[in-house]
């Protein structure tokens, strides 16, 4: 499975984005997530959902103002970004695996990143 992230862009802080992630095949059977990396810095884990929508998991730093969902009939996920900070500034990746984890070793497919830019 290929992914493809998109949705990206420069945002002032306290604004929203909305991040999309295309598959190349079917996302059905595996646990979908974002994870970001901002320069210098190491690659976090940020939000995943598990096959079949029945929970997700969040970072503390995002809790309550991002949302991860899924539309399996679609091939997509998405990411929407409420309230954003100059620290969510970074790369972000779609991933998917099998096990809904905040590990990244947990997934198997990573995007290529889209990059988000929160100026204050």
């Known amino acids: 499975v290929q992914l493809q992230a998109s949705g990206g862009g420069l945002v002032q802080a306290g604004g929203s984005l909305r991040l999309s992630c295309a598959a190349s095949?079917?996302?059905?059977?595996?646990?979908m997530g974002w994870f970001r990396q901002a320069p210098g810095k190491e690659r976090d884990f940020v939000a995943s959902?598990?096959?079949?929508?029945?929970?997700?998991n969040y970072a503390d730093s995002v809790k309550g103002r991002f949302t991860i969902s899924r539309d399996d009939d679609k091939n997509m996920v998405y990411l929407q970004m409420n309230s954003l900070k100059p620290e969510d500034t970074a790369l972000y990746y779609c991933?998917?695996?099998?096990?809904?984890?905040?590990?990244?070793?947990?997934?198997?497919?990573w995007g290529q990143g889209t990059q988000v830019t929160v100026s204050s």
């Open positions: 991933v998917g695996g099998r096990t809904n984890s905040p590990r990244a070793t947990s997934y198997n497919f």
């Open positions: 095949g079917r996302i059905f059977a595996y646990a």
């Open positions: 959902i598990t096959w079949g929508s029945s929970g997700t």
